[in-house]
């Protein structure tokens, strides 16, 4: 594969006159285009090699498939409601997989990568795995947790940060990361698993566990770096320098300068994707459920990396849609 330095180069004469694609149209918008819903989850299509293509899931969840494999970052898509957006926030909600939700839409995936093992990360995973016989990739509680679902072994494979995972046509590095915090400067469900515990029953069983970024390169097309959580660990992105970063938003202002760390690290992507803005209990359905206060977020965040990285494209995502950087 090119090697870094080379990557930069062509990545920055690129710059201005780059295009990402939807479903073969240039997007150029900052905010979502009103589309008509799909009727049901996309077929499964003939792809050749090296075609890649990237659908966003909502919250941080990601389907990329590459030729003919799949692989799929944080895939939530039972979207199960807590009561976070409309309130009071149940911390007791029961783990309920949607089965006739995923069943559709995921009819194969080779890899499974966790960022971190909340709910809305993690809780699918499992059901993915058994389904698809998808090798499951995360921390060493994500390592812990799919055994108690009963997830073989053989399956999990626990990872920490530095390690660069070779699949042929495509390498995945683990980045050591963290995750955001609340207004009160804490972390929801804090803690890890270090053997395993009892089947989880509620949301609460599923702590944070640790946080990993992953980078994902294709062979002869796109870096893309992929977040989970809205903080950063800066020094572990030396040297990256993807064409695409997907960008977690921040639900509060506890965390200093993220973005301006975050984009410095990562050397300025050519195009800068929002996730986990979307309201993550509702249907997954276009245009995106935004919370209000969370439409102000999104708003103020487009501005700001506008502001930071003036050469970057900010796209913001549709549901499903697929995207071809």
């Known amino acids: 594969m090119p090697n870094l330095d080379r990557r930069r180069f062509l990545r920055d004469a690129a710059a201005t006159t780059a295009l990402v694609s939807a479903g073969g149209l240039a997007a150029t918008s900052t905010t979502p285009a009103q589309a008509a819903p799909p009727a049901a989850a996309p077929a499964p299509s003939t792809r050749g090699k090296g075609v890649v293509s990237f659908r966003w899931w909502g919250t941080a969840g990601w389907r990329i498939d590459i030729g003919d494999r799949?692989?799929?970052?944080?895939?939530?898509?039972?979207?199960?409601?807590?009561?976070?957006?409309?309130?009071?926030?149940?911390?007791?909600?029961?783990?309920?997989?949607?089965?006739?939700?995923?069943?559709?839409?995921?009819?194969?995936?080779?890899?499974?990568?966790?960022?971190?093992?909340?709910?809305?990360?993690?809780?699918?995973?499992?059901?993915?795995?058994?389904?698809?016989?998808?090798?499951?990739?995360?921390?060493?509680?994500?390592?812990?947790?799919g055994l108690a679902y009963g997830v073989p072994s053989t399956q999990l494979s626990a990872v920490k940060g530095g390690e660069v995972l070779d699949f042929g046509d495509h390498t995945i590095e683990v980045v050591g990361s963290l995750h955001s915090r609340n207004p009160s400067y804490s972390v929801a469900f804090p803690g890890v698993r270090v053997s395993q515990?009892?089947?989880?029953?509620?949301?609460?069983?599923?702590?944070?566990?640790?946080?990993?970024?992953?980078?994902?390169?294709?062979?002869?097309?796109?870096?893309?770096?992929?977040?989970?959580?809205?903080?950063?660990?800066?020094?572990?992105?030396?040297?990256?320098?993807?064409?695409?970063?997907?960008?977690?938003?921040?639900n509060a202002t506890t965390t200093g300068d993220?973005?301006?760390?975050?984009?410095?690290?990562?050397?300025?992507?050519?195009v800068v994707?929002?996730?986990?803005?979307?309201?993550?209990?509702?249907?997954?359905?276009?245009?995106?459920?935004?919370?209000?206060?969370d439409r102000d977020r999104l708003d103020d965040m487009i501005a700001a990396v506008r502001r930071i990285s003036p050469r970057?494209?900010?796209l913001v995502p549709e549901y499903e849609t697929a995207y071809h950087f």
């Open 258 to 270: 993220y973005l301006p760390r975050l984009l410095a690290g990562l050397d300025y992507p050519k």
């Open 70 to 145: 799949t692989v799929l970052v944080d895939p939530f898509l039972s979207r199960i409601d807590t009561g976070l957006f409309r309130g009071p926030f149940n911390t007791a909600t029961p783990l309920s997989v949607r089965t006739d939700v995923i069943d559709p839409r995921v009819e194969k995936a080779t890899t499974v990568l966790v960022t971190h093992t909340h709910w809305d990360h993690f809780m699918d995973v499992p059901y993915i795995a058994g389904r698809t016989g998808a090798r499951v990739f995360g921390t060493l509680t994500a390592y812990h947790l």
């Open 197 to 250: 515990p009892a089947r989880p029953a509620t949301i609460a069983d599923l702590p944070e566990g640790d946080t990993l970024g992953y980078l994902l390169r294709v062979d002869g097309g796109p870096s893309v770096y992929f977040t989970g959580a809205s903080d950063v660990a800066e020094r572990n992105l030396t040297g990256l320098a993807p064409d695409v970063a997907m960008v977690a938003m921040q």
């Open 273 to 293: 994707v929002p996730v986990h803005w979307d309201n993550f209990e509702t249907e997954l359905r276009n245009p995106p459920v935004v919370a209000p206060a």
């Open 312 to 314: 970057s494209r900010v």
